[in-house]
């Protein structure tokens, strides 16, 4: 009696195995392969024959620029860097795309010259996410369907945010307040304009390095709050800052950064600066390559 139990007991194990089998696909997620076709058809949309590697062969975790956990067999890691010619124009994307990949770790969209603005909700269910890279495209901002341009995106993991070379203005800043782990934010080469509020940065708690070059910021506005709150922020980049149409550090600017008294590296390279640099506090470093001073 114990022995048909104990067979009885193996039988079912060896069916639950078999089973489990049947929803992978020689290694990866049938539904996770199956999206990844799915982001191909969009980025060789309309004619072109990009990521050419994906689909040839069965198993999706062992297709190029993807990644997967060696025991879930998810997809962790998706890199799309380049991976559309620019050729076929700009890129209306779909950020629901990545819906089904719930462990999905890190995103790497550079270079694709994806156009117009990402939905927050495609974005926010990525709650593995620490690492995302949209760097190099025509991207405006973020978008909700629920009304709300103000709602945050709600990445609680997320770590390093890479925005470089896109044309986000001072409005994009009201997105970040869901980011309570980001370390690294790149906001470079956008169109920040006036004045930047780090205001709408206070959330950020965790944040160490804020870059900022090639825009036109004129200043750093505080609250009293403000300043308490970046304790952790040790570098600030501003590297071929622009103000009032010329290529210049403002004294405002340079007064406004005095408030940074942990800070400790400081990046003012490619520039004309008005007055001197206030170094307080714990800057260590002042990267100056190719300054001028004005007088």
């Not at 067979?7 to 089973?19: E, K, S, T």
């Not at 309570?180 to 470079?188: A, P, R, T, W």
């Amino acid at each position: 009696m114990e022995l048909n139990s104990l067979c009885l007991v193996v039988i079912m194990i060896i069916n639950v195995v078999v089973l489990i089998q049947g929803w992978r696909c020689h290694g990866c997620l049938e539904e996770e392969r199956a999206a990844l076709l799915q982001i191909k058809d969009a980025f060789s949309y309309p004619n072109g024959k990009f990521l050419g590697s994906w689909g040839k062969d069965a198993n999706c975790c062992d297709w190029k620029q993807v990644e997967c956990d060696s025991s879930t067999l998810r997809v962790v890691r998706i890199d799309l860097s380049y991976s559309r010619g620019w050729e076929l124009g700009d890129l209306l994307l779909n950020a629901s795309l990545f819906l089904p990949f719930p462990e999905l770790n890190s995103l790497n969209l550079y270079g694709n010259r994806i156009a117009g603005c990402l939905e927050k909700e495609g974005l926010n269910n990525l709650t593995s996410l620490r690492h995302l890279r949209i760097s190099s495209n025509h991207i405006e901002g973020f978008k909700s369907f629920h009304g709300g341009e103000d709602e945050p995106l709600k990445l609680s993991n997320l770590e390093y945010l890479e925005l470089r070379g896109n044309r986000f203005d001072n409005s994009i800043l009201s997105s970040f307040k869901g980011l309570s782990s980001l370390k690294n934010l790149d906001l470079s080469k956008n169109q920040l304009k006036g004045s930047f509020n780090m205001k709408e940065l206070e959330a950020l708690s965790n944040l160490r390095k804020l870059y900022l070059s090639g825009n036109e910021i004129d200043e750093f506005v505080f609250s009293s709050k403000d300043v308490r709150g970046f304790g952790k922020l040790s570098r600030i980049s501003l590297f071929n800052i622009t103000s009032n149409g010329r290529r210049r550090i403002s004294l405002s600017l340079v007064q406004s950064l005095a408030k940074f008294t942990l800070l400790k590296t400081l990046d003012l390279g490619d520039n004309n600066l008005e007055g001197a640099i206030l170094a307080r506090g714990e800057l260590q470093h002042v990267l100056m390559s190719y300054l001028a001073m004005e007088i």
